[in-house]
T-cell receptor, first 114, second 114 residues
Framework: KAGVTQTPRYLIKTRGQQVTLSCSPI?????VSWYQQTPGQGLQFLFE???????NKGNFPGRFSGRQFSNSRSEMNVSTLELGDSALYLC?????????????FGSGTRLTVV | AQSVAQPEDQVNVAEGNPLTVKCTYS??????LFWYVQYPNRGLQFLLK??????LVKGSYGFEAEFNKSQTSFHLKKPSALVSDSALYFC????????????FGPGTRLSVLP
């Protein structure tokens, strides 16, 4: 079955612009989480969506937002981009919010802000 | 608060030798523990998990991990390393309360030398 699909794979944006990243989870998976990965900070949790509702949120400014659609696809948006937003953004889906379930990750979107 | 420590940034091992990547954790309640591997410019791939039962867990690609409750550790091991095992390895913990997020360690870079 298809894995977690993230689009686009690569993006180059300029400071001040906004960007939208997309994530299609594995069919049947209802939980989608987003992470930012940078060499200096490692994996940092952005937010989690389940049944179209944000369930948890990490410690990121309000410029970072997301949503989930009825088909469980998710988007995240970053407004007023800063150089420090350059990172690999990873989406992960899970069948359930039960703790015994692991994540399946997408390949990520590499965002470069210039 | 949940936390994961991976005390070694880098582990070097010769091909054919056994490898260990260390992980210790802190969590309230019972821990659910996971290991993921990341290859360059890719998302994280699931290796194995401990939920309950036997303390020795076997996973993908010949990897195994030993859960030690008294030492709050979950070290990843492989009896004979391959050059293709060279990658970034992440340990993660999730508490057993419903809806708890994953907490990832900072990652350990494994280099297997031919």
């Amino acid at each position: 079955k298809a894995g977690v699909t993230q689009t686009p794979r690569y993006l180059i944006k300029t400071r001040g612009q906004q960007v939208t990243l997309s994530c299609s989870p594995i069919s049947g998976h209802r939980s989608v989480s987003w992470y930012q990965q940078t060499p200096g900070q490692g994996l940092q949790f952005l937010f989690e969506y389940f049944s179209e509702t944000q369930r948890n949120k990490g410690n990121f400014p309000g410029r970072f937002s997301g949503r989930q659609f009825s088909n469980s696809r998710s988007e995240m948006n970053v407004s007023t981009l800063e150089l420090g937003d350059s990172a690999l953004y990873l989406c992960a889906s899970s069948l359930s919010r039960e703790s015994s379930y692991g994540y399946t990750f997408g390949s990520g979107t590499r965002l470069t802000v210039v | 608060a949940q936390s994961v420590a991976q005390p070694e940034d880098q582990v070097n091992v010769a091909e054919g030798n056994p490898l260990t990547v260390k992980c210790t954790y802190s969590v309230s309640g019972n821990p659910y523990l996971f290991w993921y591997v990341q290859y360059p410019n890719r998302g994280l791939q699931f290796l194995l998990k401990y939920i309950t039962g036997d303390n020795l867990v076997k996973g993908s690609y010949g990897f195994e991990a030993e859960f030690n409750k008294s030492q709050t550790s979950f070290h990843l091991k492989k009896p004979s390393a391959l050059v293709s095992d060279s990658a970034l390895y992440f340990c993660a913990v999730r508490g057993d309360n419903y809806g708890q997020n994953f907490v990832f360690g900072p990652g350990t870079r494994l280099s297997v030398l031919p």
